[in-house]
């Protein structure tokens, strides 16, 4: 501990950030590199706890509560306080392979357990993370780092979001030959098409990919399991297959008028923006332009907001994101105590632009969407709502009820659908013949393996665990890889 003081020397600063009303103009990341001195003085502020609860990542009351990938937190901390920047690189890659992801868009579980949280804000984790990695990059102390030898066994993945490269990234260097199939013209998954260029510029990305490829890892894009190539034909040429395709089957509204033209989901929308803005191929007829339309957001987490921040990149008229849930207290309350994820009202990057651009914070609270209204031609042109309240039934159970005389119509020419996931598409799982859950997660053979039903086929990420975090899938990726370096060693045992 560097600076025994530095928690109550310092206050907490964020990163800083672009004036809201000029980064609507572009399409660049929304943050600003932090001097090396203001890193520097958020390192001093940790507190090096006995037991760092920053890095347990587990689970407490439904939510992650600090880091899964159990990054050294408290010892990085320390070193950028003392300046001792190269160190500090070493220690946080020995955990996260891609820390120039998660230092971007992870929302900070850590943060969240964080010691220092019990009585004032956090430390600044998240930014020191990415400050440490972008200096790696800057200083040119990253460099590919190539296996001495191959083992000779051949791996596939299926899918290259960061559960894939994760497990990529650990079976390569391990020494084994690692091959990952991507359907979409370039890799990186949701890194890529789902999350907005303002939030992870799409460069960061590629040199990640370009990184992985120099040190021996082979990319095949454009290639979907099942038409381009078989699964029987994956099984046959490769030691052991790792199904990392995501869960990216959009759940859907079943209401009135959900047939209008203009009613899409989030993520068709954000991926075609980032096609657009990337300058992929992207049929006309499927871009989804916001300029000078009425826009609606149906769902009240990130991928909404994305949305919004989207939108207002194209020029909306106008935009407003409806939420389910009541909005959040201003502070922790007495069921949602630390180190549990602090379920608190925040200001998203996006309504913070909203707010500059159109005068209000464009989420509206406790709203029920009732039914979608088109014109003679059948494109979207109004949405109905009421609003509910929570109130307990005769059973004392909490429901969630409409108020009455609370019914509005809102003119709407978008409106997009961003309520969250319901786990993997099936074409990938039933080629391969591997059993799910429910119909919706890949099954294991065990809760904390990652085999599946399928000798030598193995899944990892969104596709076994749910939608979840990036962190959570780099976890997934590399513990996957570690079971399949067992299976591997039994296999050639047998022999």
């Given at each position: 501990?560097?600076?025994?003081?530095?928690?109550?020397?310092?206050?907490?600063?964020?990163?800083?950030?672009?004036?809201?009303?000029?980064?609507?103009?572009?399409?660049?990341?929304?943050?600003?590199?932090?001097?090396?001195?203001?890193?520097?003085?958020?390192?001093?502020?940790?507190?090096?706890?006995?037991?760092?609860?920053?890095?347990?990542?587990?689970?407490?009351?439904?939510?992650?509560?600090?880091?899964?990938?159990?990054?050294?937190?408290?010892?990085?901390?320390?070193?950028?306080?003392?300046?001792?920047?190269?160190?500090?690189?070493?220690?946080?890659?020995?955990?996260?392979?891609?820390?120039?992801?998660?230092?971007?868009?992870?929302?900070?579980?850590?943060?969240?357990?964080?010691?220092?949280?019990?009585?004032?804000?956090?430390?600044?984790?998240?930014?020191?993370?990415?400050?440490?990695?972008?200096?790696?990059?800057?200083?040119?102390?990253?460099?590919?780092?190539?296996?001495?030898?191959?083992?000779?066994?051949?791996?596939?993945?299926?899918?290259?979001?960061?559960?894939?490269?994760?497990?990529?990234?650990?079976?390569?260097?391990?020494?084994?030959?690692?091959?990952?199939?991507?359907?979409?013209?370039?890799?990186?998954?949701?890194?890529?098409?789902?999350?907005?260029?303002?939030?992870?510029?799409?460069?960061?990305?590629?040199?990640?990919?370009?990184?992985?490829?120099?040190?021996?890892?082979?990319?095949?894009?454009?290639?979907?399991?099942?038409?381009?190539?078989?699964?029987?034909?994956?099984?046959?040429?490769?030691?052991?297959?790792?199904?990392?395709?995501?869960?990216?089957?959009?759940?859907?509204?079943?209401?009135?008028?959900?047939?209008?033209?203009?009613?899409?989901?989030?993520?068709?929308?954000?991926?075609?923006?980032?096609?657009?803005?990337?300058?992929?191929?992207?049929?006309?007829?499927?871009?989804?332009?916001?300029?000078?339309?009425?826009?609606?957001?149906?769902?009240?987490?990130?991928?909404?907001?994305?949305?919004?921040?989207?939108?207002?990149?194209?020029?909306?008229?106008?935009?407003?994101?409806?939420?389910?849930?009541?909005?959040?207290?201003?502070?922790?309350?007495?069921?949602?105590?630390?180190?549990?994820?602090?379920?608190?009202?925040?200001?998203?990057?996006?309504?913070?632009?909203?707010?500059?651009?159109?005068?209000?914070?464009?989420?509206?609270?406790?709203?029920?969407?009732?039914?979608?209204?088109?014109?003679?031609?059948?494109?979207?042109?109004?949405?109905?709502?009421?609003?509910?309240?929570?109130?307990?039934?005769?059973?004392?159970?909490?429901?969630?009820?409409?108020?009455?005389?609370?019914?509005?119509?809102?003119?709407?020419?978008?409106?997009?659908?961003?309520?969250?996931?319901?786990?993997?598409?099936?074409?990938?799982?039933?080629?391969?013949?591997?059993?799910?859950?429910?119909?919706?997660?890949?099954?294991?053979?065990?809760?904390?393996?990652?085999?599946?039903?399928?000798?030598?086929?193995?899944?990892?990420?969104?596709?076994?665990?749910?939608?979840?975090l990036i962190v959570w899938a780099i976890r997934e990726g590399r513990e996957v890889a570690a079971e399949v370096e067992a299976y591997l060693k039994l296999a050639a045992a047998a022999v």
């Amino acid at each position: 501990m560097g600076k025994p003081t530095g928690f109550l020397d310092y206050k907490r600063e964020d990163i800083l950030e672009r004036d809201p009303k000029k980064r609507v103009k572009d399409w660049n990341e929304y943050t600003l590199p932090a001097p090396d001195s203001l890193m520097q003085r958020q390192g001093a502020r940790c507190m090096d706890c006995a037991t760092p609860f920053c890095h347990i990542g587990m689970e407490i009351s439904g939510t992650t509560s600090g880091c899964p990938i159990h990054n050294l937190i408290p010892e990085w901390n320390d070193l950028v306080y003392r300046g001792r920047w190269k160190e500090a690189l070493d220690r946080l890659l020995k955990t996260n392979n891609f820390p120039e992801f998660t230092g971007r868009v992870c929302p900070a579980p850590c943060e969240g357990s964080c010691t220092v949280e019990i009585s004032e804000p956090a430390v600044t984790i998240k930014n020191i993370e990415r400050a440490i990695i972008d200096k790696g990059f800057e200083k040119g102390w990253i460099t590919p780092r190539i296996p001495r030898s191959r083992s000779g066994k051949k791996i596939a993945i299926v899918g290259s979001g960061p559960a894939g490269l994760a497990a990529a990234d650990q079976l390569n260097q391990s020494g084994h030959t690692v091959t990952v199939y991507e359907r979409a013209d370039r890799a990186g998954g949701l890194l890529v098409y789902g999350i907005p260029n303002m939030k992870l510029d799409k460069r960061i990305v590629e040199r990640r990919i370009n990184l992985l490829r120099q040190e021996g890892i082979e990319f095949i894009l454009n290639t979907e399991i099942g038409r381009d190539i078989s699964a029987e034909q994956l099984r046959s040429e490769y030691d052991a297959v790792i199904l990392c395709t995501g869960a990216q089957k959009q759940r859907d509204l079943e209401l009135e008028g959900r047939d209008a033209a203009g009613v899409h989901f989030a993520m068709d929308y954000l991926t075609g923006a980032s096609q657009r803005l990337l300058g992929s191929h992207v049929h006309e007829e499927k871009y989804i332009d916001a300029e000078g339309k009425d826009v609606i957001v149906i769902g009240g987490g990130d991928t909404g907001a994305d949305c919004v921040a989207t939108a207002l990149r194209q020029k909306c008229r106008s935009v407003v994101q409806f939420g389910k849930y009541p909005k959040l207290p201003g502070a922790r309350t007495p069921d949602n105590m630390w180190p549990e994820l602090p379920n608190v009202f925040t200001l998203d990057y996006a309504y913070e632009e909203a707010a500059a651009v159109h005068g209000d914070d464009p989420r509206q609270y406790s709203v029920q969407t009732k039914k979608l209204v088109a014109d003679q031609n059948g494109s979207l042109k109004e949405l109905h709502t009421v609003q509910m309240e929570r109130v307990q039934d005769e059973n004392g159970v909490w429901i969630m009820q409409e108020v009455p005389g609370t019914e509005r119509v809102w003119p709407a020419q978008l409106v997009f659908i961003a309520i969250g996931f319901e786990g993997p598409e099936h074409p990938v799982l039933s080629a391969f013949g591997v059993e799910t859950v429910q119909n919706r997660r890949v099954a294991t053979i065990a809760p904390k393996s990652y085999q599946t039903n399928v000798d030598g086929v193995f899944a990892a990420g969104d596709a076994r665990r749910g939608q979840s975090l990036i962190v959570w899938a780099i976890r997934e990726g590399r513990e996957v890889a570690a079971e399949v370096e067992a299976y591997l060693k039994l296999a050639a045992a047998a022999v």
